[in-house]
């Protein structure tokens, strides 16, 4: 078996991120519009969501009790998010087949999306894909919109900027979405009915960003590149409010290869490299550097995200995988590693990607 790449998961922005968006940049009404952030009492941020190779898709608790939800293809599709209710569950076969779980309607969909580089769920309640489309007659990346019965809703506003992995961040109401600027190399913010640009987020001076997670209710976590080089990605912090951009990552060097970042409850950063050949290196972030990364001897982890204080990961042999990845977890504090034994595929639902 090929190990797949695991992606962390793109799951839903806090309410108080939606809260600062509505109040600095107005909201449009757009898909989710009329849907309610999911209440406190069934949100499952921290969850892993994960595809065992018999094909069980599951939900693994914090506490590490497990829910079977339903079965699936584990060769035909890769799990990629879930809502953060634990209700609708998306999956992929990274090629452009989508196939949507209603875990309370008990519901599959399956539908084509053109040559799909990335999808994910929207905000709040996952009632709709977004899909970014590979144009083969233009070579353009294409921002879409489906309902999860497979229906074409829109083409949405999408720089094609090149800044490592395509990511589109949603607030956590829906009603706007953040993407890499059109111009200028900066963030830019779209309401998500047609994807028109509302704002302009403020960049470090000559960088191309592009956007990865919220990282806190007001600020944004974006990779930064002065040449539009990915590997010499650094990570910087970008506020709504118009208050200079501070740098993570890499403080004096343009080269620091890190292109993702989450920040602990404990307070420790954990940084994530770039992919290069086979899983990227990752660990906390000391002095701008992953000063340690994680090892596993001989064999190779790589990060899906975080839960609470927890570094979720994969472990599997060599560079280009070749052994079917186990499911393991690194306290940050401790350094107290669980083994959760194999999977085929996991998403970790994040309360700020």
């Keep these: 078996m090929v190990v797949k790449r695991i992606r962390p998961v793109v799951a839903l922005a806090t309410a108080a991120v939606a809260a600062v968006l509505g109040s600095a940049l107005g909201s449009t009404p757009g898909a989710n519009a009329s849907a309610a952030t999911a209440s406190a009492a069934t949100t499952k941020n921290g969850w892993i969501a994960l595809v065992t190779p018999s094909g069980a898709v599951q939900l693994l608790s914090p506490s590490g009790t497990r829910q079977r939800i339903t079965t699936v293809d584990p060769a035909a599709y890769d799990i990629r998010d879930v809502s953060v209710d634990g209700r609708r569950f998306l999956f992929s076969d990274g090629l452009g087949r989508v196939a949507v779980y209603d875990a309370g309607a008990r519901k599959w969909s399956h539908f084509r999306v053109g040559q799909s580089a990335d999808v994910r769920l929207t905000r709040p309640t996952g009632a709709a894909v977004l899909a970014t489309v590979w144009d083969p007659h233009t070579g353009a990346t294409l921002l879409q919109r489906w309902s999860i019965g497979g229906a074409f809703q829109a083409t949405l506003n999408y720089p094609n900027v090149v800044t490592g992995p395509q990511v589109v961040l949603p607030s956590a109401d829906g009603l706007t979405y953040i993407s890499s600027g059109s111009a200028g190399g900066g963030l830019e913010v779209h309401e998500n009915a047609k ?159």
């Design 195 to 353: 994807g028109t640009p509302i704002k302009n987020l403020p960049m470090p001076n000559g960088y191309l960003c592009g956007p990865r997670r919220w990282w806190d209710a007001g600020t944004v976590l974006a990779a930064c590149s002065k040449t539009g080089d990915y590997v010499a990605m650094n990570i910087w912090k970008i506020p709504l409010d118009g208050r200079p951009p501070t740098q993570l990552s890499g403080a004096g060097t343009d080269r620091a290869e890190i292109d993702w970042g989450w920040k602990t409850p404990s307070g420790p950063i954990v940084a994530r490299g770039v992919y290069l050949c086979g899983p990227a290196e990752f660990g906390i972030l000391e002095g701008g550097v992953i000063a340690h990364p994680v090892s596993f001897g001989h064999k190779r982890p790589d990060l899906v995200g975080l839960s609470g204080n927890r570094m979720v990961m994969t472990v599997t042999d060599g560079c280009e995988g070749g052994s079917v990845p186990t499911l393991v977890t690194q306290d940050v504090r401790t350094g107290a590693r669980v083994a959760y034994g194999t999977i085929d595929s996991a998403v970790v639902i994040d309360a700020r990607s």
